[in-house]
């Protein structure tokens, strides 16, 4: 299911980077999430003056899929409006994905094709409250 949605993604991710708001860095990213049942949630990422209340695009997709009461995520991509530094996600972005999916496929436009990757090679000792 996944590697046939892939450049939906990637499409839907490129199409929402015109909505982020990035006045600050001038740094545009986008994501598309793909949920277990094929909807897909976009999300930009929005600056704030206030920096701390910044939030990623990887964020704001998750959440609003949470909003609407999704919460079996299978792929994710992520893209940006600068090829020369690829979007792959912030700490915080990749434990909020942690706490949904340890199995969801992250994937990251850059500037030489698609990088897919695992949370296990993206964050491998997440923190949880497994024993």
Not at 19 to 36: E, F, I, M, Q, T
Not at 86 to 108: D, L, N
Request: charged residues 25%.
């Amino acid at each position: 299911m996944v590697r046939g949605k892939i450049e939906e993604l990637v499409k839907r991710a490129v199409e929402a980077l015109s909505n982020s708001y990035a006045p600050y860095s001038g740094y545009s990213v986008a994501a598309a999430l793909l949920c277990k049942d094929g909807s897909i949630y976009t999300g930009v990422n929005v600056e704030n003056a206030s920096y701390g209340l910044t939030i990623c695009a990887e964020r704001v997709a998750i959440f609003k899929a949470i909003s609407e009461g999704k919460k079996d995520f299978v792929a994710i991509a992520i893209v940006s409006n600068d090829p020369e530094r690829p979007p792959y996600p912030c700490g915080a972005c990749r434990q909020v994905m942690v706490e949904f999916s340890k199995e969801i496929v992250v994937v990251v436009k850059t500037k030489d094709g698609l990088v897919s990757l695992g949370l296990d090679k993206l964050l491998p000792y997440s923190f949880n409250f497994e024993k």
